[in-house]
């Protein structure tokens, strides 16, 4: 985190501190940081933020393993169907259809909810 966002030098600094995200000033000293996140839950637990535009603050940052942070990218292409609000691979594992074939249905005018609901079509032998 501090290196990201604060030194240059750095090769994320870019994606981090060079386009303005911040580390609170209540996190300059570790103990306080550490009184806000607790200690990490596992080896396999990095910090993330939830709002990947926002700042490293105790509001924006929780523990999260690689396969949440995962569905948290900036790049992610999120889509709202039934209530909720998930991104491609996320519906993918919840539909059972190919992430290819939901992006290929939306891009070709389908509502949201068939895109995602429609049984996929069989190829003619």
Known sequence: ??????????KSYDRYGGRGIKICSRWEKFENFLSDMGTKPSLAHTLERKDTDGDYDPDNCVWATMKDQNNNKSNCVLITAFGKTQNLKQWE?????????????LNNGWDVADALSASPRRRKA
């Not at 594992?93 to 249905?105: F, V």
């Open 1 to 10: 985190m501090r290196r990201r966002c604060l030194y240059k030098k750095h």
């Open 93 to 105: 594992i919840e539909t059972g259809l190919n992430s290819d074939t939901i992006k290929y249905r």
